[in-house]
């Protein structure tokens, strides 16, 4: 089967979504969210993954997380959380076949404004489903983790996010984010952005020419889109969620490396 596109740049922030096969709603069930949330615990203590946010739905999953340039942190941490919790269902349920989608998707993410939007896209998204009004209803989000920060078992890197962000203490970090969350659904910004979840890249024109620098031969062919001030280097028309015609090859081997699953 082909295999979906990743392409890697170290040291970036990587928004990935990973979607239950054929979109099953395969998490549905609050036990299949907690664990997964408990394999993403996990990787964070064995492989050091720094996350800056996330969200389990009942079919599809989204992570903030960035780079800290070791090699091969990220998709360790995800074939670990994924094959997991995919095992684990399989056996209490007694079925059998593959509980992802072939890949997950990778969406570099540019720091400052553009990572505080990725924030709030990712926060809001059983709002914009319409299961809940507000991000706080929904249990299995960052939102939650941010807004009542842990001392003992927190996933979300509070440290690494307020250096990312530029804020200096939680107290502030609490504030910023209520606000930005406020301001989201005061303007009803509920539609979903594919910007997020089909882009190889999002932020300013620097940081898409940056980008595409890096990417080198890989980058030909790839549109970039530009819509009110942001800059987005798409893959093509194809979704995230289809299937591509052909495997990535490597990318500049001096400071670049394909994720891949089977590590």
């Known amino acids: 089967m082909a295999r979906a596109k990743r392409h890697y740049i170290p040291g970036l922030v990587w928004h990935i979504t990973h979607r239950c096969h054929k979109k099953e709603f395969l998490l549905k069930f609050s036990k299949d969210k907690r664990r997964w949330l408990a394999w993403l615990f996990q990787a964070k203590k064995r492989f050091g993954l720094r996350i800056l946010d996330y969200i389990v739905t009942s079919n599809h999953i989204h992570l903030l997380v960035v780079d800290d340039g070791r090699r091969n942190v990220i998709p360790r941490s995800i074939h670990l959380i994924a094959s997991r919790t995919g095992q684990e269902y399989n056996q209490r349920?007694?079925?059998?076949?593959?509980?992802?989608?072939?890949?997950?998707?990778?969406?570099?993410?540019?720091?400052?404004?553009?990572?505080?939007?990725?924030?709030?896209?990712?926060?809001?998204?059983?709002?914009?489903?319409?299961?809940?009004?507000?991000?706080?209803?929904?249990?299995?989000?960052?939102?939650?983790?941010?807004?009542?920060?842990?001392?003992?078992?927190?996933?979300?890197?509070?440290?690494?996010?307020?250096?990312?962000?530029?804020?200096?203490?939680?107290r502030d970090l609490k504030s910023f984010h209520s606000k930005w969350?406020?301001?989201?659904?005061?303007?009803?910004?509920?539609?979903?952005?594919?910007?997020?979840?089909?882009?190889?890249?999002?932020?300013?024109?620097?940081?898409?020419?940056?980008?595409?620098?890096?990417?080198?031969?890989?980058?030909?062919?790839?549109?970039?889109?530009?819509?009110?001030?942001?800059?987005?280097?798409?893959?093509?028309?194809?979704?995230?969620?289809?299937v591509f015609a052909h495997k990535n090859s490597g990318l500049r081997a001096k400071n670049m490396y394909k994720w891949d699953l089977s590590h």
């Not at 996933?155 to 939680?170: G, Q, V």
């Open 93 to 170: 349920k007694k079925r059998t076949g593959a509980f992802w989608e072939d890949r997950y998707h990778a969406t570099a993410v540019e720091k400052g404004s553009h990572l505080i939007q990725c924030i709030v896209y990712i926060d809001m998204n059983m709002v914009r489903a319409g299961v809940v009004n507000h991000p706080a209803e929904w249990p299995f989000s960052g939102y939650n983790e941010i807004q009542d920060t842990r001392q003992r078992y927190s996933i979300i890197d509070y440290k690494r996010l307020m250096n990312l962000l530029h804020i200096e203490n939680i």
């Open 181 to 242: 969350i406020i301001k989201s659904i005061e303007a009803e910004n509920f539609e979903r952005e594919s910007k997020w979840t089909e882009s190889i890249a999002v932020g300013s024109k620097s940081f898409i020419d940056y980008t595409k620098e890096q990417l080198g031969n890989k980058a030909r062919g790839r549109e970039t889109i530009e819509n009110a001030g942001t800059c987005e280097l798409r893959e093509g028309k194809v979704s995230y969620s289809d």
